[in-house]
Each structure stands twice: as structure tokens, then as C-alpha cells.
């Protein structure tokens, strides 16, 4: 070994050293000061031993203990060679690229971790702890991207107005993915609001027109739609919103040209019949049998689906039978029409409940 070899050697020595006094000042478990110096030593000789060998296995395994040793040693040797640089800089490099490969080898094994975990009695909890705590943020961010876009913290040019629907858009699809894994765990056919409450379906079918309506102007699509003339309803408007976001943006998303429209109309007994048509393609006839499936596999790359997992067809569906509905869908090579009917009586604003 040259000079410089031997003096990179003894520098590890002495980082390994250090590393074992400043574990007493940091202490994070209850082991001894002779298991913490035995610790630093095996990593030691593990980064010596992975400078030539790659394929050496680990002769000390992956415990908290020698994760955080490995990077104290890793601390103090750095800090050494600051102090007090090397000349032999291929040395230098082999040290420092043991030290990775050893680190590599010591993480835990996450993926067989977290499958584990998923597999197991609380694995569902997990699911929706995760998607908690998704939405939190985004909820913060339709937030601020609403207040931006209303002007309240200044005014804004047209291109920012868009840029922040797109934000809000792209923002509320993802808060409504972490909803659906939370409704899917609760059952998927959960009504916010158990009575029937008084609405305006105009209202409804205009607010989800509002928030696709930036998807829909960056696709180059036409958003269409059509109220019925008594738009005063009683029912579950929170429910209803949903699937009809839901469908919208499922046909926004597999439209690349053309129109997506929303249409309801009253029925020969006075009920609603609430559709979301698009031009895009058909849903081949192969994705059919699952398509209110959760969790399917796809046959192939953009296969029709609602998203990767399938989530929000088959919430559809159960909202849209805890209303006393049927999900219904048509489809052809071309265009594809979602569509069920609801017995909403009619509201009057001064008489109440008509019909």
C-alpha cells in the first residue's frame, strides 16, 4: 500500500473510534458501550472488506443499531478527511463507495415490510391512514388554488386563471382518489347525507362543469350541458356530485377529441334521468364483465378504466344504488354513455315538497 492508502486506513480507524464516544452523548436504545464498539467495529471491517470484495455478504446484520453506526463512522471520517485531505484519491473513492454499498445492503427490506403489513389484520387501516393522509394536504392546496384564482390576494392575468384551474382540477382528482380508497374501506356506498336534503340539480351539473372545465379546455374538448326544467329536487346532492364528477372526468380522460356531455331529463313518471356521455373511444367489449370491478388487473396499457386501481366506477355504483338507482353504461366502437335514473319528488320553493 502506498502512503496515502495506509493513512486513509488509519483515518477510518479513528472515525471508528470517535463514532463509538459521540454514540454515548446521542444515545437512542438501551445497548452497552461494548455492544456499541463491537458494533463499530464489524462495520469497519465491512467497509474494509467491500473495497475489494462487492459481493461479500454482511457479517453484521441490518439492526437500528448498525444503520446509525454506519453513518456515525461515515460522519466522523468525512470529517477527517476535511480536516485533513487524502493524496491517494483512488483509495478515497473505493472507501467511500464501500461505505455506500454497505448502507445499500443494511436497509431494511420496505417493500417485503410493507407487504407484510398490507397482508395482515390492519392492513385495510394502513390503506386509509395513507389516503388521510393524502388528502390533507391536497385539500389545503384546492384551497389556496380557489383563493388565487377568486383574486383575493391580488389580481391575476387570464393565463394564471387557467394555470390554477388546471391546479385545482388536477388537485381535486387526486383528493377524490384518496376518497374513494376511504369510502371503498367504509363499504363505497356511504351517504354524507343520510336524509334526503333540497337541491338545484342546475347547480350541481354547473359546479362539476366548473371544476372540469380547465381539463377540458386543455384537451380542446366541449363540455355540454342540459338541466331539466324543474331543477329543484330533494335527495342525496353530496352522493349525486360525485358520481357525476366522477363520470366526467372518467370521459375526459378517454375523449381526445370531439365532446363530453352532461345531460338530465325528466322521465315520463317525473323521475331524473341523469347521463354523461363522450366521443371518445368504446369500451372494448373484453373490459365489460369488470368493469364496477375495484382492484382489476388491466389486459394491457390504457385498457379502459376508471384509473389504475378502478376505484371510481365501483363507487359509482354503490352511490348510485344507496340512492335506488342503477348504474347503467352503452357503448360502441366509438362513444360511451354512463346513465341512471333517480326518483327525486320535486321541490317548490314556497310550497315545499310537491312530487
Keep these: 500500500m502506498t502512503g496515502g492508502a495506509v493513512d486513509l486506513l488509519q483515518l477510518l480507524t479513528t472515525a471508528t473510534e470517535r463514532a463509538s464516544a459521540s454514540f454515548e452523548s446521542i444515545r437512542e436504545d438501551a445497548a452497552s458501550p461494548e455492544e456499541v464498539a463491537l458494533t463499530a467495529r464489524q462495520v469497519t471491517d465491512a467497509v474494509r472488506n467491500r473495497m475489494d470484495a462487492t459481493d461479500t455478504p454482511a457479517s453484521i446484520s441490518g439492526s437500528p443499531l448498525s444503520r446509525r453506526m454506519l453513518g456515525l463512522v461515515r460522519r466522523e471520517f468525512v470529517r477527517l478527511i476535511e480536516a485533513q485531505p487524502p493524496t491517494d484519491a483512488a483509495q478515497l473513492i473505493r472507501i467511500l463507495a464501500a461505505f455506500e454499498r454497505l448502507s445499500t445492503e443494511l436497509e431494511p427490506a420496505w417493500d417485503q415490510r410493507f407487504t407484510d403489513r398490507l397482508s395482515g389484520p390492519d392492513g385495510l387501516e394502513l390503506v386509509v391512514e395513507v389516503a388521510h393522509d393524502l388528502r390533507s394536504p391536497l385539500t389545503s392546496i384546492l384551497f389556496l388554488a380557489e383563493t388565487l384564482n377568486r383574486g383575493r390576494s391580488g389580481p391575476i392575468t387570464p393565463l394564471q386563471e387557467r394555470q390554477l384551474g388546471l391546479i385545482y382540477s388536477a388537485a381535486f382528482g387526486l383528493s377524490s382518489v384518496a376518497s374513494d380508497v376511504i369510502e371503498l374501506a367504509r363499504g363505497g356506498d356511504r351517504l354524507v347525507d343520510l336524509e334526503p336534503l333540497p337541491f338545484s340539480v342546475a347547480d350541481i351539473i354547473e359546479s362539476v362543469r366548473d371544476i372540469v372545465q380547465p381539463i377540458a ?6 363540455v355540454r350541458v342540459t338541466s331539466p326544467a324543474a331543477s329543484s329536487r330533494q335527495g342525496h346532492p353530496v352522493a349525486l356530485s360525485r358520481v357525476l364528477l366522477n363520470l366526467t372526468t372518467n370521459a375526459l380522460k378517454f375523449t381526445d377529441e370531439g365532446f363530453v356531455e352532461i345531460r338530465v331529463t325528466e322521465t315520463a313518471s317525473g323521475a ?25 388487473r388491466r389486459q394491457k396499457d390504457r385498457d379502459y378504466a376508471f384509473s389504475g386501481s378502478g376505484l371510481g366506477l365501483s363507487i359509482c355504483r354503490k352511490l348510485v344504488e344507496a340512492m335506488y338507482g342503477e348504474l347503467k353504461v352503452e357503448t360502441g366502437s366509438t362513444g360511451t354513455r354512463f346513465f341512471f335514473v333517480l326518483d327525486l319528488p320535486k321541490i317548490d320553493a314556497e310550497l315545499g315538497l310537491i312530487g
Excluded: H, N, Q, W
Excluded at 379546455?217 to 366541449?222: A, D, Q, R, V
Design 217 to 222: 379546455e386543455e384537451k380542446g374538448l366541449e
Design 272 to 296: 331524473l334521468e341523469f347521463s354523461v356521455r363522450d366521443s371518445g373511444r368504446g369500451i372494448p367489449a373484453s373490459a365489460m364483465a369488470t368493469l364496477f370491478e375495484p382492484f382489476r
